[in-house]
């Protein structure tokens, strides 16, 4: 694995919006990755000379799960020091995926 690229597990959980008309599949990033992925984000855009964050403090990343490969991004969670990958529908379909499913994640900052 080379230093921009991370591996996790991680549980797939689903945030529903309070009318019930709106749901998002998500894995969450905690611990020492989500650490090592802000401290690897911060010395790159240092290094490139890029504004301080992008949107939301989003991140973009290659994901793959299983053989599914895509480009997303990640975003901070307000709630703690962790981030968020939204898992689209094609994705969960492509592997099975539900909610609660304990997931193999990797990532790769682009």
Known sequence: MNAD???IRSTLWVWRS???KGSWHFLTIDGDIASNIHDHA???????GLPKKRGWGSLKVEAQIGTTIWQTSIFPNKKGAEYLLPVKAKVRKAEG???GDNV????RLI
């Open 104 to 107: 193999m994640l990797t990532l």
């Open 42 to 48: 911060v010395i790159a855009r240092l290094e490139l």
């Open 18 to 20: 309070d009318t019930g």
């Open 5 to 7: 690229c991370f591996s």
């Open 97 to 99: 995926l539900i909610e």
